[in-house]
């Protein structure tokens, strides 16, 4: 199971793993914009993962959702069930 920091600096279970698809990513920095720690623009512009369990579940997702491209993918770790892109 991963654990992500919360407010608190308590240890928060985290489900969702997040994947770049390089090829879509246009470097629009929305992702890092919302989940600054999980997310980072490289020295090409693409979006890198710096750390899974960065930000919480919902923050993830949400990063997720604003790619304007759909380059990230959201799966649950537990059922392997892709929650974004529908």
Known sequence: MSYSKGSEDK???TK???KVINDKCIGAA???AIASATFKLNEQNIADIIDQDGNV?????????SCP???I???NIET???IWPK
């Open 80 to 82: 392997g069930e892709k």
């Open 73 to 75: 993918e959201v799966i």
């Open 69 to 71: 491209t759909m380059a």
């Open 16 to 18: 969702y793993q997040v």
């Open 30 to 32: 929305s992702c890092e």
């Open 11 to 13: 240890p928060v279970k």
């Open 57 to 65: 579940d919902e923050e993830k997702l949400l990063a997720a959702q």
